[in-house]
């Protein structure tokens, strides 16, 4: 079974910055690559909903993000390490929550239309960033 496991959180003031790490495992088992997946970011800030932040094509490195953080995060993919980046930058007090990845299987081509409506197959279990004022 595919595992993500999240690293790299943690207390940063406002205007600072982090690189969260993604780490994929399990998804050789049945001839499977990198390729065949979507990675995505997503964050659950205290008492709120999960949102969807970026999104990566592991086929093409396609990038994508939702408009509150275009210009701010970057999100990379190092397929040697089966690693998905999101670099937070310009971080400011609303960034708070915690940080998880997830990973879509052989997304369609409409999957990257409205992939955070269709969401992810797998979740690792989140890493906290903490945005102080």
């Known amino acids: 079974e595919v595992q993500l496991v999240e690293s790299g959180g943690g207390l940063v003031q406002a205007g600072g910055s982090l690189r969260l790490s993604c780490v994929v495992s399990?998804?050789?088992?049945?001839?499977?690559?990198?390729?065949?997946?979507?990675i995505g970011w997503f964050r659950q800030a205290p008492g709120k909903e999960r949102e969807g932040v970026s999104c990566i094509s592991g086929r093409d490195g396609s990038a994508y993000y939702v408009d509150s953080v275009k210009g701010r995060f970057t999100i990379s993919a190092d397929k040697a390490r089966n690693t998905v980046y999101l670099q937070l930058s310009s971080l400011e007090p609303e960034d708070t929550a915690v940080y998880y990845c997830?990973?879509?299987?052989?997304?369609?081509?409409?999957?990257?239309?409205?992939?955070?409506?269709?969401?992810?197959?797998?979740w690792g279990k989140g890493t906290p960033v903490t945005v102080s004022a």
């Open positions: 399990g998804f050789t088992f049945d001839g499977f690559t990198f390729d065949d997946y979507a």
């Open positions: 997830g990973a879509r299987f052989r997304p369609s081509h409409f999957y990257y239309t409205d992939w955070i409506r269709y969401g992810m197959d797998f």
